[in-house]
C-alpha cells in the first residue's frame, strides 16, 4: 500500500487536504512511555499553514485528536490512532482542475492513475496537508530519541539561490541545534535568512514561487544503527523523505560534490576520540557507511522545488477537449514551501532512526 510504512514501527496515512480530517494509525510505539503533549504541539504548529506572512492564508490549528493508544498521556502498546480536522477548507478553488491539471501537480498522473475520480481539492491526497499526520508520527520519535540523548534538528540551507552557512559536519553539538535562529526563517546566519525573506516576498509580489535545500542532522547516535543493502539508513530516511510532496533530490554527507574528488580526498581517516571511541577525522560520508551508522553526525540535504501552484497564467491542456487551454490558478498557496518543511524532514528522520534503533534491540 502506498500509504504505509515501516518494519517495526509502522505507519498508515489517511485522509485528503480537503477532507474532514487527515489522519495516522501507528504501530509498534513502545508502551510506557509519556508524550510531552505541549512539546508535540509546538512541534505541530511550526508546520501549521498560516503562520506569517511567508506562508499560505489557509489557517489550520493542526489540534491533534487521539483516537486511540494512549492512557492519558502515556503510549499504552496498542494502535495510536490521531485525527486532524480540516477546517479552512474551500474545495470550490479546485473544481476545474478535474479537466485542466495544473503544471509541476500531480493532478494529470492522478487523473490516469485513477481514472477520473481522484480528489483534486487541494491536490487531495498527493497534498503537503497529509505531511501533517505524519509528524504527529515524528514528532512523538523525536521526544523518544532525546531521552536517549539522540537530537534532531534542520536549518534552511538555501532558497532562491542564498546559501545559509551549513553544519559543522564533525563537531556538531545540541548547542549549535539551540543557537538556530527561528524567526522568521530557521537558519544558522539571520543576514542570509534576511535576504532569504527578501525572494520570497519578491516571488510572491511577482505571482511566482522560489524553492530551496533543507539541511538535517541527526547527533548522539551510536555506532551500527541500521542494516546494509535495502535496510540501511540512508534507504530508510529517503524512502520517508520522498513522501513528503516538493521533495526532488537528497544527498548524504558530501552528496553530490564527492565525484568531484579523489578517494584520498573523499575518504574519512578513522582516529580514536577523546573518550576512547573509534570516529572519523572528517565526515564527507555524512555519518552513514554501508548503511550502517558510524557515530559521527548523520547530515543529508534535501531539495524542495518551487511551489508549483502560481498566480501567473500557465500553459496546460483540456483532458476532455484535448486541446491546449490556459490555466490561472486560484485558491491559497505558500509562495515557498522550504521554511514549512523542516519539520516534516525532521519528523522522517526520526521515525526511520526509531524503526532502525527498535531493529537493533
Excluded at 484535448?322 to 490558478?329: G, S
Aim: glycine share 12%; net charge neutral.
Amino acid at each position: 500500500m502506498s500509504s504505509t510504512w515501516g518494519r517495526n514501527i509502522k505507519i498508515s496515512i489517511f485522509g485528503q487536504s480537503h477532507s474532514a480530517a487527515v489522519g495516522i494509525v501507528i504501530d509498534g510505539f513502545p508502551a510506557g512511555f509519556k508524550v510531552d503533549m505541549k512539546a508535540l504541539a509546538d512541534f505541530m504548529r511550526r508546520r501549521s499553514p498560516g503562520r506569517n506572512r511567508l506562508s499560505t492564508s489557509r489557517r489550520e490549528s493542526d489540534e491533534i485528536e487521539f483516537v486511540s493508544g494512549l492512557v492519558g498521556d502515556t503510549l499504552c502498546g496498542v494502535p495510536l490512532c490521531a485525527l486532524i480536522k480540516n477546517i479552512d477548507v474551500r474545495p470550490g478553488d479546485y473544481t476545474e482542475l478535474y479537466d485542466l491539471p495544473r503544471p509541476g501537480h500531480a493532478d494529470y498522473t492522478a487523473a490516469v492513475k485513477f481514472g477520473g475520480h481522484q480528489d483534486a481539492s487541494g491536490g487531495g491526497h498527493f497534498s503537503g496537508r497529509l505531511t501533517a499526520p505524519l509528524c504527529v508520527a515524528g514528532g512523538i520519535c523525536i521526544q523518544i530519541l532525546a531521552a536517549r540523548k539522540i537530537y534532531i534538528a534542520s536549518h534552511i540551507e538555501k532558497i532562491a539561490g542564498i546559501s545559509d552557512k551549513r553544519f559543522d559536519p564533525v563537531t556538531l553539538s545540541a548547542n549549535d541545534f539551540m543557537n538556530l535562529t527561528h524567526e522568521p526563517l530557521t537558519v544558522i546566519d539571520p543576514e542570509a535568512g534576511a535576504r532569504m525573506v527578501k525572494e520570497i516576498e519578491a516571488a510572491r509580489a511577482d505571482g511566482d514561487s522560489v524553492g530551496g535545500v533543507v539541511e538535517c542532522a541527526v547527533i548522539g547516535l551510536p555506532a551500527g544503527a541500521g542494516s546494509p543493502m535495502f535496510e540501511g539508513m540512508e534507504n530508510k530516511i529517503s524512502s520517508l523523505v520522498f513522501g513528503i510532496p516538493a521533495v526532488k533530490g537528497i544527498e548524504f554527507g558530501s552528496g553530490f560534490d564527492c565525484a568531484n574528488l579523489r578517494g584520498s580526498e573523499n575518504n574519512d581517516p578513522f582516529i580514536i576520540s577523546e573518550d576512547g571511541l573509534v570516529r572519523t577525522k572528517t565526515n564527507n560520508h555524512g555519518g552513514i557507511l554501508g548503511g550502517i551508522t558510524t557515530g559521527m553526525p548523520l547530515i543529508f540535504r534535501v531539495a524542495i522545488k518551487p511551489t508549483p501552484s502560481i498566480a501567473k497564467p500557465q500553459q496546460t491542456v483540456s483532458l476532455s477537449e484535448r486541446r491546449p487551454k490556459e490555466l490561472r490558478i486560484t485558491g491559497r498557496h505558500d509562495p515557498c514551501i522550504v521554511p514549512r518543511a523542516l519539520p516534516a524532514i525532521e519528523a522522517a528522520a526520526a521515525l526511520a532512526v526509531c524503526d532502525s534503533l527498535l531493529t537493533n534491540n
